[in-house]
């Protein structure tokens, strides 16, 4: 069996119902053109190996060199689609693959030390304001709460795409959340993060424009044009954000939180299966943030 062929049956299979489908076909576009017509028992070690470097020289958003990342998830494609052939069987009984063949490790550095200050924040939005006033015809203005709410809620890109009218509720308390449904997190567990004044300020014009559909209906390709303005016009203002994304806001937000928090509360406010999770990624203390200790031990 030829790759591209154990590939279509695991689409028809075991990934029809795979919750990130664009990723997918994105992932089994690249592969079929680098390895579609292989056979299976042709991926050695030493061709997997190999695979990774033509993976790594294809780039991707701009860079000439695809991230370990990038090069990671489109070789669990091909680990996953190996571990399902070597369940399959040929007409005669046989095995299709007898074994999988060993994978050449990639090393991921998943810590993000960027976040975005004070400073740049603040310009970030005399930004956005300004271009709302200059381009009224483009939707700065929705644009400017989707921005404040990743920052206010520590949510990722993807789960406030998702986030539809029905999502927004009021508590008995009084206080305001938003529910990312379990199809929408990372770790596939549903989860509630109380909104922010600003937010629910902003969440009656959400939803009259919103109608049936969800309150921040970009596209990735619109949002990555508007942030690459803000990106220009910052950089005129005299600051380089040229490597904050949106999931910088993000960061930001667990970052500042982790300073003066409980670990446990963000923890939860990240979603994250475990506090060793958040402590690794966005606990990054100063000796600045050491100030208050001493004073404490020295009283």
């Not at 279509?8 to 990130?20: A, F, G, L, N, P």
């Not at 089994?28 to 028992?41: M, P, Q, V």
């Not at 400017?144 to 406030?160: I, Q, S, Y």
């Not at 402590?279 to 100063?286: F, K, P, Q, V």
Request: proline content about 5%; some cysteine.
């Amino acid at each position: 069996m030829i790759v591209s062929d154990l590939f279509t049956h695991c689409e028809r299979t075991m990934w029809r119902t795979v919750r990130s489908r664009a990723t997918l076909k994105t992932n089994l576009k690249i592969l079929r053109h680098l390895i579609g017509d292989e056979d299976l028992t042709a991926l050695h070690f030493t061709r997997l190996e190999r695979l990774v470097t033509e993976l790594e020289a294809l780039g991707g958003r701009g860079s000439p060199v695809a991230s370990p990342a990038t090069v990671k998830r489109r070789m669990e494609t091909l680990s996953a689609a190996l571990t399902h052939a070597t369940r399959m069987t040929n007409e005669d009984g046989s095995p299709v693959l007898f074994g999988k063949p060993a994978f050449p490790a990639i090393e991921v550095d998943n810590i993000q030390e960027r976040t975005l200050s004070d400073i740049e924040a603040v310009a970030l939005f005399e930004v956005i304001d300004a271009r709302t006033m200059l381009e009224p015809d483009r939707d700065w203005s929705r644009f400017r709460v989707f921005v404040r709410f990743l920052l206010d809620t520590a949510c990722r890109k993807g789960e406030a795409l998702g986030v539809w009218p029905g999502h927004i509720e009021m508590r008995a308390t009084g206080r305001t959340l938003v529910g990312f449904p379990r199809y929408s997190t990372k770790n596939k567990k549903p989860r509630y993060v109380p909104l922010s004044a600003y937010i629910v300020s902003m969440i009656p014009a959400l939803r009259l424009r919103a109608g049936n559909g969800p309150l921040f209906p970009f596209t990735h390709a619109v949002l990555f044009k508007l942030w690459e303005d803000c990106r220009a016009d910052m950089n005129a203002r005299g600051f380089d954000i040229g490597d904050v994304r949106f999931h910088t806001l993000r960061h930001t937000a667990l970052t500042k939180a982790a300073k003066v928090h409980p670990i446990q509360k963000v923890s939860l406010l990240a979603g994250h299966s475990s506090i060793q999770i958040t402590s690794t990624r966005y606990a990054h203390l100063t000796p600045d943030d050491l100030g208050d200790l001493v004073d404490t031990i020295a009283a």
